[in-house]
């Protein structure tokens, strides 16, 4: 079984600052995790993943995570905020290639960023 | 590469009536597709997995009988929502992966509403 746990339904920062945006997961095998961005009424973008390898991702609009087994941790940074990042964002947990390939979505993190 | 998409983008039915809602991906062959449930302001939920050629799996309180899967070709799938009722009033969303990679890509996502 797997689970995807994000820490905060709303994060709001300014403009220029950092953004942090937590992901936990549960996991009986080595995890594939990921990231998505959901604009309204539109589908998912992915953002980064990690499969095996370097434990730091970066990925598209400036964004990176770091896998930290220790931690069961997966959180996304950004080192400057701008105002398109304004969206919601979702960490997704994976067993494949070891198991079901079926993604598990936490419940979201809406990002709002103050001008 | 790698585009998903969706038709139609939005459609309201009438209850008591069946809409069907397609699923394509554009420029590689899918060998697996899913279906995600998405209501305002939650994560998506898995509804089913379809591999082309198949009967598609469903999660654990999905309805078969009611959202008819499809995959008859390597790049389509249809879910059919049979005798909509206004509580399957929601985003549907599909996702794509090809082969051995081990990543989904998203469409855009149907909003259905259903009076």
């Known amino acids: 079984a797997q689970s995807v746990t994000q820490l905060g339904s709303h994060v709001s920062v300014s403009e220029g600052a950092l953004v942090l945006l937590r992901c936990n997961y549960s996991s009986s095998v080595p995890p594939y995790l990921f990231w998505y961005v959901q604009y309204p009424n539109q589908g998912l973008q992915l953002l980064l993943k990690?499969?095996?390898?370097?434990?730091l991702v970066k990925g598209i609009n400036g964004f990176e995570a770091e896998f930290k087994k220790s931690e069961t941790s997966f959180h996304l940074t950004k080192p400057s905020a701008h105002m398109s990042d304004a969206a919601e964002y979702f960490c997704?947990?994976?067993?494949?290639?070891?198991?079901?390939?079926?993604?598990?979505f936490g419940t979201g993190t809406r990002l709002t960023i103050i001008p | 590469g790698a585009v998903v998409s969706q038709h139609p983008s939005w459609v309201i039915c009438k209850s008591g009536t069946s809409v069907k809602i397609e699923c394509r991906s554009l420029?590689?062959?899918?060998?697996?597709m899913f279906w995600y449930r998405q209501f305002p302001k939650q994560s998506l939920m898995l509804m089913a997995t379809?591999?082309?050629?198949?009967?598609?799996?469903?999660e654990q309180g999905v309805e078969k009988d009611k959202f008819l899967i499809n995959h008859a070709s390597l790049t389509l799938s249809t879910l059919t929502v049979t005798s909509a009722h206004p509580e399957d009033s929601s985003f549907y969303i599909c996702?794509?992966?090809?082969?051995?990679?081990?990543?989904?890509?998203f469409g855009p996502g149907t909003r259905l509403t259903v009076t």
């Open positions: 997704a947990v994976s067993s494949a290639p070891f198991g079901n390939e079926k993604l598990t």
């Open positions: 420029d590689f062959q899918a060998t697996t």
């Open positions: 990690y499969t095996t390898g370097a434990t």
């Open positions: 379809s591999n082309e050629g198949s009967k598609a799996t469903y």
């Open positions: 996702s794509a992966r090809s082969g051995a990679i081990y990543e989904q890509y």
